[in-house]
């Protein structure tokens, strides 16, 4: 069954480029199916259908195949509502956030920021003015690694012989990439083209890597996959309720290793590079700005469950997300992509999951990185 779960990942893969996140399972298996003629989403999804008639104890691989029937089930062109595509694909409901929390948000916000212009141009300002540049950026960026990775080994622990290999590159689209390479190994490419503030760089390093994205991916190769021999977990799906806890882990990531000490150990390391970085407003506007996180989930049920129109979503992101143009548009974009139109859920519901579920204590963040919890689980 599980052989037979690990084709399903990889063939739906085949349809949806990113679908796989990581495949670092058999070889053999992704060679089998790479060599296949293309099998239809319609066949692919009644194969899933048929794995969860057979299967009886396994909550984890039941969750991640109702995840992988409704993908299946959409690109053979099936209507599903939008709510219980989200509650398939990521095991939670998606909730309208009332704008309320927004404008106590924009108030607070208008406090903190200093200047007197519109509210929107002063948070964009904050957020990409003083900012690393170019090789600056592969400096700090690699100081934080090694700061951050240290601090996990210490309150987490690592498994022997993970890495991170970090690439530093241009003419991208993106600020960073993570990519498992399996073997306990991740790449981490960053893109040294694009004007970086020191929380976001750290934001990065916490999520991406140590104890964020790598960290969990390594310790469950090495407990999971190399110890329980449980290989599906080799395979690592978007679209499916471990990506929702995946995301919660590397949005809890910075706050669990660092408390509130955050932005005091990120003004270490900017320190001599010339950028200003006032780690007290910089707090304070992270706390304040938490609502406005709230807004992509919003505009996604505005589109897909009550009627509204690109246009409307796009006004939208800009009044409440005090966006940028550009911002906004990539936003929007993203929530109406038909396959990745459902994975915006996964930033806040999967943090919102993975912070009461630890709730401050470091051994239950060590349970998240190292066993097959489900939602379901978290939510208990």
């Given at each position: 069954m599980v052989e037979q779960y690990l084709e399903l990942c990889l063939r739906l893969g085949r349809h949806v480029d990113g679908l796989v996140d990581a495949y670092y399972g058999p070889a053999e298996i992704a060679a089998r199916v790479d060599s296949e003629e293309l099998r239809e989403p319609a066949a692919l999804a009644e194969d899933a259908a048929s794995l969860l008639g057979s299967l009886h104890d396994n909550a984890w691989l039941r969750a991640q195949l109702v995840g992988l029937e409704t993908v299946a089930l959409r690109l053979a062109g099936e209507e599903i509502p939008y709510d219980d595509e989200v509650e398939r694909c990521y095991g939670?409901?998606?909730?309208?956030?009332?704008?309320?929390?927004?404008?106590?948000a924009h108030s607070k916000l208008d406090e903190l920021l200093p200047g007197d212009g519109p509210l929107a141009e002063r948070?964009?300002?904050w957020r990409e003015g003083e900012a690393l540049q170019g090789e600056a950026?592969?400096?700090?960026f690699q100081a934080v690694t090694e700061d951050f990775r240290s601090r996990t080994a210490s309150i987490f622990e690592l498994p022997e012989g993970e890495s991170v290999e970090?690439?530093?590159?241009?003419?991208?689209?993106w600020t960073a990439f993570n990519y498992y390479q399996g073997d306990l190994r991740s790449r981490i490419a960053v893109n040294i083209d694009v004007p970086m503030t020191p929380d976001i760089l750290a934001m990065l390093v916490a999520h991406e890597a140590y104890p964020g994205h790598h960290t969990e991916h390594a310790w469950k190769e090495q407990l999971l996959v190399r110890e329980g021999g449980r290989l599906e977990e080799s395979a690592l799906m978007v679209g499916?309720?471990?990506?929702?806890?995946?995301?919660?882990i590397a949005e809890l990531a910075s706050e669990i290793l660092l408390g509130d000490q955050e932005e005091r150990v990120t003004a270490a390391h900017v320190e001599g590079t010339g950028v200003r970085y006032d780690p007290d407003l910089s707090r304070a506007v992270k706390e304040a700005r938490q609502p406005i996180t709230y807004v992509p989930g919003n505009v996604a049920l505005l589109i897909h469950t009550r009627g509204g129109s690109e246009d409307e979503a796009f006004e939208y992101t800009m009044r409440?997300?005090?966006?940028?143009?550009?911002?906004?548009?990539?936003?929007?974009?993203?929530?109406?992509?038909?396959v990745w139109r459902s994975y915006v859920t996964t930033y806040t519901a999967g943090y919102e999951l993975c912070r009461d579920f630890v709730d401050g204590d470091p051994?239950?963040?060590k349970r998240l990185l190292t066993e097959p919890l489900t939602p379901a689980d978290l939510a208990r």
């Open positions: 939670v409901r998606p909730d309208w956030t009332p704008e309320e929390s927004f404008e106590a948070y964009q300002a950026i592969a400096t700090v970090v690439d530093y590159v241009s003419d991208e689209p499916t309720p471990s990506s929702l806890i995946s995301e919660g409440w997300g005090l966006t940028s143009r550009r911002r906004a548009k990539q936003s929007v974009r993203f929530v109406t992509d038909p051994a239950r963040f």
